[in-house]
Each structure stands twice: as C-alpha cells, then as structure tokens.
C-alpha cells in the first residue's frame, strides 16, 4: 500500500502531470469560497454513511440533495458527476481545492488505496471537528477584548476630534494658563482634526499593506511569522497550537497510511506558519537522506525536548501515529488552559488602559476648569 501511495504521490508531483479533467474542475470552482464549516459537517455525514455501508455515489448524491443552494452544493454536484463515471473520489475532490485542501485529498487516497475509506473519513472527520473546535474556542475568546478595543478607540477619537475642540475655545476665552498635560492633548486634537485624513488613513493603509505582503510568501511573511513566535505569552501558546497541528496532521495521515515523506511535504504545504514550515521540509530532506524524524526535530529549535522525546519513543516502538496524536491531544488542551488563563488576564487588563485614557483626559480637560472656576469665584 505504501509503494503504490509513494507512487501516486509521484506522479502527481512530477513536472507537467495532470490528473484527468483537473484543468476544467478548477475553471468551474474558480472563485468559489466553500466554508470550513460546511465542509467539515459534509467530512461527517460521509463518514456515517459510509460507515453505515451506502455506495459512494449515492452517499454523496444524498449529500448533495441536502445541501443548501451554493458554492458547496455545485462542488458536490461535480463530485457525484466524477465519482459516477468512474473517477477516484480523491481525484474528483482535487479539482475542488479551495473546499478540500491537500491534506483531505490526501488521507482520502490512501483510504481508497488500502480498502479503508470509511475508517480515514472518521478519522478525517475526527481531525476537522477538533480543530474547528479549537478555532471557534479563540474566536469567541477574541469577541470581547475585540469589542472593547473597538469601543474604546471609537470614543477616545470621536473626543478628540469633536469635544477637545469645545473646550479649547472656552480655554481661550478666558485666557488662562494651561497645564501641560492639557496643552499636550489640545495640541493632538489639532493635529488630529487638521490632518484627519493622515491619521486615520495612515493606519488603514499600513494594516491592508501587511495584509497583502503577509498573503504572499516571502521574506516579510516569514519574517512576522518569526516575530509572532518571539511575543511573550502570545508566542508561546502560538507555538504550542502548531506544534499541536503538526502532531495531529502528521499522526492522523500516517494513521491512515500515507508514507512518511509523503505525509511531511502535506504537513509542510498546510501550515500556517512559514517558520515551522521551513522546518518541517528541513526534515523531510534529513529523513529522505535516512536520519530518524526525531534528530531533525530537536536540531530545527521549533520543537521542545518533551515532543522529540516522544517522537523517538514513536520511531522506535513503531507508533509513531499514535504517539503523535497524543502529543497534539497533550499540546491542545495546554494551549486551550493558556488561553483560557489569558483572556481572563487581558479583559481586565484592557478595562484598566481604557480607564487610564479617559482618566487622563478628563484631568486634562478639568485642571484647566477648576482653575477658571477659582478666578471667577474671587471677589
């Protein structure tokens, strides 16, 4: 199974090979946008029913039947298509690559290969439910310091722009001596209302510039990728998280039989950070060469002694799929703990800058008022 996947694998990396109808799969999902969500509730209502023993097509033709009108209903409309004249379910599944990455085209394969379709899509199904969860666990852990943030910075500047302004006037009025603090926010309000457009845009325009370089490999991508990993806290729980996807995606395609080497160029191809993925090819070339996986991992400073320790107990009792989802099981829940312990540190955290700001600003604003109340309170 292993010769004939390694095989497979190769033809479909070699220069100028195409699989059959691949040109015209990808001119029909040209645009498309599946969600994640989507697709991983199709990966488990294919692994029930195949499970329960329904023939591919009609699983799939089920499927489609049930499917909202949309991208992800003509998606499965070309599978069942393909898989009924006859085309392999992961090579109908390729021509749709912006639904079903590399990874799930992948495992999907070596289940045909080894007899197993049913087995991988749990598995596969398994892997998608888990790392959606852990995706939606940060998302709605983001919501409120998000909110905050945004309230915060829309009342500071709707201050400084409409209300400042207000009491310079009075200020100048009465001519009194402004404290430095005061002068110090009169003189930002200016700057800000006299070169609005600077300031607001400034930030907008740095902010879809990082978002254009950051999408495009290269040296500014990895370069923040590198940075990300390098924050206090923040770095550390980013870490964790990849290392967790790579045990998980490593451990879950060898799982369903997809050779070594084959398996870390999918690891490497999937990964969302350029750092760990420049590590795991550095990997693949050593273990192509003959090394074991585990001398590679602790030589790249990615991986901490606990994970190649692991891996090494892997290799040589010959589990290493297993001992790879255990440590993505160990890694998740650490990093789901540290974020947990986090946001319950930076929601307060936020609330106490946002006090500070207003605070200043409203001592800023009144030192001078008190002052004009004493002069006009004098005989």
């Known amino acids: 199974m292993a010769k004939k996947l390694q095989r497979s694998v190769a033809k479909r990396e070699a220069p100028g090979a195409a699989l059959p109808g691949v040109a015209a799969g990808a001119a029909r999902s040209k645009g498309r946008r599946v969600s994640a969500q989507a697709v991983t509730e199709f990966t488990v209502q294919l692994a029930t029913l195949s499970s329960s023993g329904i023939p591919m097509v009609r699983a799939l033709t089920i499927l489609e039947g049930q499917a909202r009108p949309g991208p992800f209903k003509d998606v ?9 004249t006859g085309t392999p379910l992961s090579e109908a599944m390729e021509k749709h690559a912006r ?4 990874l799930f085209a992948a495992m999907v394969h070596a289940g ?32 409120y310091p998000l909110v905050i943030v945004i309230v915060a910075v829309t009342v500071i500047s709707a201050v400084i722009v409409f209300v400042i302004p207000r009491f310079r006037q009075i200020f100048d009025s009465f001519g009194v001596e402004l404290p430095a603090l005061t002068q110090v926010l009169l003189d930002i309000s200016s700057f800000a209302v006299r070169y609005w457009y600077g300031v607001f845009g ?7 510039l990082h978002l254009y370089l950051v999408g495009r490999p290269g040296r500014y991508r990895y370069t923040v990728h590198r940075l990300m990993l390098r924050i206090p806290l923040l770095g550390t729980i980013l870490l964790q998280s990849l290392t967790s996807a790579f045990a998980r995606t490593f451990g879950t395609l060898l799982q369903a039989g997809v050779p070594h080497l084959d398996a870390l160029a999918i690891v490497r191809d999937t ?31 990615v991986f901490d002694d606990l994970v190649c320790n692991m891996v090494d107990v892997g290799e ?30 930076l929601e307060p955290a936020l609330l106490i800058v946002m006090a500070i700001f207003v605070g200043l600003i409203v001592m800023a604003l009144f030192l001078p008022l008190m002052k004009i109340m004493s002069t006009l309170s004098q005989p």
């Open 202 to 208: 400034l930030p907008v325009g740095l902010v879809f």
């Open 271 to 301: 990964s969302s950070n350029d750092v760990l993925s420049e590590s795991v090819e550095t990997i693949r070339r050593t273990v192509r060469e003959g090394e074991a996986i585990s001398r590679p991992m602790e030589a790249s400073g």
């Open 316 to 345: 040589q009792t010959g589990e290493l799929d297993r001992m790879l989802l255990r440590v993505a099981d160990a890694y998740e829940n650490q990093v789901t703990r540290r974020i947990d312990a986090f946001f319950k540190v």
């Open 76 to 84: 499965l409309g070309d599978l069942v298509e393909d898989v009924s």
């Open 99 to 102: 639904a079903f990455d590399r």
């Open 112 to 143: 045909e290969a080894g007899g197993v379709l049913d087995t991988v899509l749990e598995r596969l199904a398994t892997y998608r439910e888990r790392a959606a969860a852990l995706r939606s666990k940060v998302i709605n852990a983001l919501i």
